[in-house]
């Protein structure tokens, strides 16, 4: 099947099998490896993508689905050589060790301070509870969070 | 301690931030399953549904017909080269494919070979395999009961499913002491198996290059010169030699252990490239990665312990049963088939102890693996952890008075233990005495009992952990015979900057930071000058790798001391390029001064520059050092944890309120990186503690064989960790450091349990084994008479 989507801006076409997942469209066909794969289940996150604005597992969505979508990865939070403050925070607030389930958490973390600009701790621990760290204990992820909201709004 | 060195050269103590994160926040990290070669060739593999059971036939006609499947690799094909069995690290045998029987429920019973993953996949479940199921043998107690199944037919005269016993202490001191105490406690303990489940899996592409005859292997490793080796041991009759091996140990995510083994799918996917020519991929899912790579754990323990009337503690005695699965894979040095499980006299000062160990064989995936710990060592800790709470119970004294009682004194450091093992340094008094004060001890024991008698449930709980890490001095730590040592190779260029490299493998730990830090410590040579490399046994010195908290006592130690070679070396030139002789020389980290006139100086950049310009006459040209470090003893980093939950009485949930950890690991190279790894060990203390258990039914069926019901904590029920630090250096260490990733994981699970009996000690229960699930501890109401 054809389908046509663009990811972080850029156009793409590809033809696909049907069952073909998502989260192989874009590591394996478009070659966006920062998208991790992290268990079978829907429950890591650690695949987590953006489609239309949505955080998204990408291993539990085909590919087919994603057509006329908007996608954004990890690759496309940087505009112009220039990091989100996300990532700037995580990296400050040490909110990342072995760096698997980082795209994941950044993506949902992104998609989840433009609803939530101002959370609570406890506002930003539900959001990241379909995110598993085996690293970090997630105190240092919570903190980076809270660090690039009070810096998005221009606090920090 | 206050840094010696300027933040630009961040040196210890700095929170310099990671050098591998800028890689890792772009997503442009390169892990094994983003390697993608021109030509590549994927693997599945088929799975046995028993637990045992005869292999009947093998059909892969089917199979064979799907579009894309090129192969279909069974036992018998591995078996034309002596491949479908392979050593495990204890000097146990394992399959690779089997010929004759499957031995646990996921057991791989053939591989497909296709040209894309979803072929290989379509493959795998279109091979047919018949089976005849045979008797199943999951409980390890019954599994060593006369008349049991024999388990291990392959081995000839094998008449029954034991695999060794070991002990170790004085039996006969230990005998006495109970003989003569006042008062004695005894308990049951099932630690049970875990996974350590990595958020990435395992896996590996092969790629044998048959035109220059060379295997490179990229691989999910935290061993890569082990592996090397050990693929060159076991595959020489086929003709691959160590020089024609490359292991390539890309970015980790996450280790914790379980990529210390090595597992069937490794070794047919390099069989499978050694005979097509063609790179092979395989990597496993979540389920296989569950269900069939190394356990963690599963050790039935029976402990007691022996004090006097006034609590002093004197004498402990242990019996085990390890649970090894089908075969003994544990990753344990060659000489402790326990590990280091007789480190469980812990931080007590006692008299006489016993330890012994048996091991059965089982219908269950073979293992014994660390889970984020230094061998058994948080069995260890867990049990003393938990007898001494049991013994402080019983005689109606405080847990934190009874510890402070029996701990080794600070003045009795170096400590021989009960054990035998020499502690190196250590202020158990100082760390719990924190850990009170933080916490605000004398006040929560004020709270409990206004709650208690209002019928409310809260616990206190504190572990006092001592562990022991950084293996090992090699006249007793060798693994396959490969001693322990670790290694660190570094060379500074003509224009001041520097490249290291060295024999272990970071998978989150954060070693591009940490060993930079410690050779700008000793060169001062600015931390971000300094490129540090590891995982590629091309070009890294041979090391044994990271496990068991052994990179910073072992490799770290290996940095300091090529860093110091290079300085002897640096002396000497800047002694010529000053024209006095070296003794006039005084070194503050960056450069050397002339004693008594110090505008006279030559910076380390300036001594590299004319290393390759200006040397003296007579010595060798360059600025390099190699240390392979063979440490003098281990390191013994210890803590105390104190934790507070509340039982909710309806439902049996345990809230973890508050956690207090007070860890000393020795001198600190980056308390950032030190603190997350004591937040992360933490939360692997937690899972098993509260959620994670792989349980077997009596047909040895997997329980737990997904994210589905292994339950990882997610931030929810994460506490929000408080973290502090005392500071007692090693002795024996360069730089006084001892290790730190692993003491939470060894620490938390016991402080957990504590609090968790604390708080229904007055309702009559001593134990709980973990996982506390709230099933557990309703059931332990309604038994105690809580109804409500």
């Known amino acids: 099947m054809r389908v046509q989507l663009s990811v972080n801006g850029e156009k793409h076409e590809a033809d696909v099998e049907p069952r073909l997942l998502l989260v192989h469209l874009l590591r394996e066909n478009l070659r966006l490896t920062g998208t991790h794969i992290g268990c079978d289940t829907s429950h890591c996150g650690a695949c987590t993508v953006l489609m239309d604005g949505r955080p998204v597992k990408s291993c539990t969505v085909f590919a087919v689905q994603a057509n006329g979508r908007q996608l954004m990865t990890v690759e496309g939070l940087e505009q112009d050589d220039k990091l989100h403050p996300l990532q700037e925070s995580f990296m400050s607030q040490h909110g990342l060790q072995c760096g698997y389930c980082t795209p994941g958490m950044l993506m949902t973390g992104y998609a989840f301070l433009q609803k939530n600009p101002k959370p609570t701790e406890d506002d930003i621990r539900a959001a990241i509870s379909g995110n598993l760290c085996r690293c970090t204990g997630y105190v240092n992820i919570v903190k980076a969070v809270q660090h690039a909201a009070a810096t998005l709004a221009g606090g920090a | ?788």
């Open chain 2, 1 to 788: 301690m206050e840094p010696r060195t300027s933040p630009e050269v961040g040196g210890m103590g700095h929170s310099l931030k990671r050098k591998e994160d800028p890689r890792f926040i772009r997503g442009k990290g390169t892990y094994v399953d983003d390697v993608q070669l021109p030509g590549m060739l994927y693997l599945d593999i088929v799975r046995s549904p028993y637990a045992h059971a005869k292999i009947v036939k093998i059909d892969s006609s089917k199979a064979l017909a799907v579009p894309g499947v090129l192969a279909v690799i069974t036992g018998q094909d591995l078996a034309r080269y002596n491949l479908h069995w392979m050593p495990t690290l204890m000097s146990d045998t394992q399959m690779v494919l089997p010929v004759e029987k499957v031995m646990y429920q996921a057991q791989e019973v053939a591989a497909v070979l296709a040209t894309s993953r979803y072929a290989a996949a379509d493959g795998a479940a279109a091979v047919q395999v018949e089976y005849d199921p045979l008797p199943v043998v999951v409980d390890p107690h019954k599994a060593l009961e006369p008349g049991a199944p024999v388990l291990r037919t392959d081995k000839k005269d094998k008449k029954d499913n034991h695999i060794w016993h070991w002990e170790w202490g004085d039996r006969a001191a230990t005998e006495r002491e109970f003989a003569g105490a006042d008062v004695k406690v005894k308990q049951d303990i099932y630690i049970p198996r875990i996974h350590v489940a990595s958020i990435e899996t395992c896996g590996c592409i092969a790629h044998f290059d048959k035109v220059n005859d060379k295997l490179t292997v990229w691989m999910t490793t935290q061993a890569p010169h082990a592996i090397r080796t050990v693929f060159a041991l076991v595959a020489g009759h086929v003709g691959l030699a160590e020089h024609k091996i490359r292991i390539i140990s890309p970015d980790i995510g996450g280790g914790f252990g379980g990529k210390v083994p090595v597992y069937p799918g490794y070794v047919i996917a390099v069989a499978a490239s050694v005979l097509t020519g063609k790179p092979v991929k395989w990597i496993e899912d979540r389920m296989e990665n569950l269900q069939a790579d190394s356990f963690a754990r599963d050790y039935h323990i029976t402990a007691e312990l022996a004090a006097k009337r006034d609590g002093t503690l004197t004498a402990l005695r242990i019996k085990t049963l390890a649970d090894h699965g089908y075969a003994d894979a544990a990753a344990n040095p060659s000489k402790f088939p326990a590990g280091l499980f007789h480190v469980c006299t812990g931080s007590y000062d006692l008299k006489a102890a016993h330890v012994e160990v048996d091991g059965a064989y089982t219908n269950k995936p073979p293992g014994g693996i660390a889970y984020r710990c230094s061998f058994r060592v948080t069995e260890a800790v867990h049990t003393i952890e938990r007898m001494a709470d049991l013994m402080a119970h019983e005689l109606g004294m405080d847990p934190a008075e009874f510890r402070m009682k029996n701990f080794v004194k600070p003045e009795q450091f170096p400590y021989k233990s009960a054990l035998g093992w020499e502690y190196d340094s250590g202020n158990y008094h100082g760390a719990l005495r924190k850990a009170m004060d933080t916490i605000g001890y004398a006040e929560l024991r004020r709270e409990q009992a206004d709650k208690r008698a209002r019928g409310q449930l809260m616990g206190i709980g504190i572990s006092s952990f001592t562990e022991i890490v950084g293996a090992g001095p090699s006249k007793h730590f060798d693994i396959l015979g490969l001693k322990m040592f670790d290694s660190c190779e570094m060379r500074i260029h003509p224009t001041g900057k520097a490249i290291a490299r060295f024999g272990t493998k970071s998978q989150g730990q954060g070693h591009e930071t940490t060993y930079a830090q410690i050779l700008a410590e000793e060169l001062g040579i600015p931390a971000k000058d300094i490129q540090v490399e590891e995982g590629d046994t091309d070009t890294a010195p041979y090391g044994l790798g990271t496990y068991a908290s052994r990179s910073t006592p072992v490799a770290g130690a290996a940095a300091a001391v090529a860093a110091r070679k290079i300085r002897d070396k640096a002396r000497k030139i800047a002694a010529h390029l000053l024209e006095v002789a070296e003794e006039d020389l005084e070194w503050e980290p960056g450069k050397f001064s002339v004693k008594g006139a110090p505008g006279k100086s030559k910076t380390i950049q300036d001594i590299a520059f004319a290393a390759y310009t200006n040397h003296p006459q007579g010595m060798e040209a360059g600025l390099e050092a190699v240390s392979y470090y063979d440490p003098p003893n281990l390191t013994y980093p210890f803590g105390s944890y104190i934790c507070v939950v509340d039982i909710d009485t309806g439902t049996g949930e345990v809230k973890v309120r508050r956690f207090v950890a007070i860890d000393d690991c020795g001198n600190i190279i980056n308390p950032m990186i030190v603190q997350g790894q004591v937040h992360g060990g933490l939360t692997m203390g937690l899972a098993p503690a509260l959620y994670e258990e792989i349980s077997y039914d009596e047909n040895g069926n997997v329980q737990g064989g997904s994210f589905i019901d292994y339950l990882l904590p997610t931030a929810v029920e994460t506490p929000k960790w408080e973290t502090g630090h005392t500071v007692t250096p090693s002795p024996h260490h360069p730089l006084g450091a001892k290790g730190v990733g692993e003491s939470a994981t060894v620490g938390a699970p016991a402080a957990i349990a504590n609090a968790v009996v604390d708080a229904m000690w007055h309702l009559g229960v001593r134990h709980v084994d973990i996982p506390i699930t709230p099933a557990k501890v309703w059931k332990l109401l309604r038994q105690h008479g809580v109804t409500d």
